[in-house]
Every structure is written in C-alpha cells, then in structure tokens.
C-alpha cells in the first residue's frame, strides 16, 4: 500500500450530506482507480481515470457519484445526497500506465470507510 | 455467473500448512492473473502477477495458471499466523485497459 494515500481514512455523514474522498496516487503513476468494496460483495470496480479525463465510469452508479482527477491535486470520488446504502471501504488505486505491464499492476492505498448515519 | 468465482471460505489450517487457494473464471479474454492479500482493515496489497499459463515463485507462495481449465492457484507453503488474512484472486482482460474483475477473497486462518 506504499504511496497511494487516501483520506480520510474513515468518514461518517448523515444521509443527505455529501462525501469526499480523496486519492494521490504514487508518484510517477498518472492512472487512477476507484473501486468500492461491500461486506459479502467483495472489489467493485467503479471508475478509471487518467489526469483530467475519466476513461471509463461503468461501475459507477449513475446518479449522485462523480469522480475527478484534476491536472493539479488529487483524484476525488465524490457521493451527493448520501443514503445508508453508500456505507463501505472505498479504496484507490494507481499504476503508472506505461509498459508492457504497466496498466494492469495496481497498488492500492489503505482505503476511506463511509458510515452513512 | 460471475465471471470470478472465489469461494470465500473461512479456510482455516495448522502453522506450517500448505495451503491452496483457488479461482475459477468465464471469461476466455482474461490474460493477466494477480493474487492481492488484504488484512483486516486495509487495501489489497500485490503478492503476485502472472501474464498467461504458467507458474511462478515468490518465496514461499506460488501462483499457477491454468487457462485451458480456466483455473488459478494460490500455494503458500510452511505457513505462518502473519498469513491470516483475506487472498483476492484478480483478473484482467488483454486489451481491457485496466479493468480488474476481482474474486470475493478467500479468508485464511493459520492457527499457531
């Protein structure tokens, strides 16, 4: 998990409220991953982002979720109007992108835990 | 089906065990194979990553692949309490960008 750093590393929010979380991926790695992980349900995938653009969103939901990856600063996942439903480990991942190999090595940061009130 | 079966244990094995993790999968486009192990509480950490059939050796764990079967396995030999944690298989298509499909995890216990 060396490297991509997420916070908060745990979040609680009443529903209603909105969430962000953040991700820095590892240096020298420009793609960027969200995945949401549920008790029984195991690693979702939920959005792919290069620097400023989203590469493919299909695991997101289609309303209240957006993510971002701005050419300065972080990557955020970002949950509107939050419902009790969105409460799990979101976790980030990043690869450098580069390379025979390079897209498909993810490393993981420590992930944020939403508990939604 | 899912396109990765995992079955989620718990699995439960003696220090110094042989243990052996597995992963079926559907999807014949899958060409790279990569084991995580997540402890309690904290993101999926790299153990290994396999490109197409094949074997490979990290100390004590190896990682088979079996693509005619469309099977995967994880061995962890002479294993020890710090080994208790979840083992997610994962998988990513050829051409599939960077779209990781990922087991459910095996829970491991090694009992001391």
């Known amino acids: 998990n060396a490297g991509v750093m997420q916070n908060p590393r745990h979040l609680v929010r009443r529903r209603g409220q909105e969430a962000r979380l953040r991700c820095s991926p590892m240096?020298?790695?420009?793609?960027v991953y969200w995945y949401r992980q549920l008790p029984e349900e195991g690693l979702k995938f939920m959005v792919y982002l290069q620097k400023e653009n989203i590469i493919d969103e299909s695991g997101m939901p289609k309303e209240r979720f957006s993510a971002e990856f701005p050419k300065e600063g972080p990557s955020i996942l970002r949950i509107q109007q939050v419902v009790r439903g969105d409460s799990a480990a979101y976790f980030c991942?990043?690869?450098?992108?580069?390379?025979?190999?390079?897209?498909?090595?993810?490393?993981f940061g420590a992930g944020t835990r939403l508990s939604v009130l | 089906q899912k396109e990765v079966e995992q079955d989620p244990g718990p699995l439960s094995v003696p220090e110094g065990a042989i243990v052996s993790l597995n992963c079926t999968y559907s999807?014949?486009?899958?060409?790279?194979f990569m084991w995580y192990r997540q402890y309690s509480r904290k993101g999926p950490e790299l153990l290994m990553y396999t490109y197409s059939s094949g074997n490979k050796e990290d100390g004590r764990f190896t990682a088979q692949v079996d693509k005619s079967s469309k099977y995967i396995s994880l061995f962890i030999r002479d294993s020890q309490p710090s080994d208790s944690a979840t083992y997610l298989c994962?998988?990513?298509?050829?051409?599939?960008?960077?779209?990781?499909?990922f087991g459910i995890g095996t829970k491991l216990q090694v009992i001391p």
């Open positions: 240096k020298g790695h420009s793609h």
């Open positions: 994962a998988m990513v298509a050829f051409g599939g960008y960077q779209k990781v499909t």
């Open positions: 999807n014949s486009a899958f060409q790279y």
């Open positions: 991942a990043s690869s450098p992108g580069e390379g025979k190999d390079g897209g498909n090595i993810q490393y």
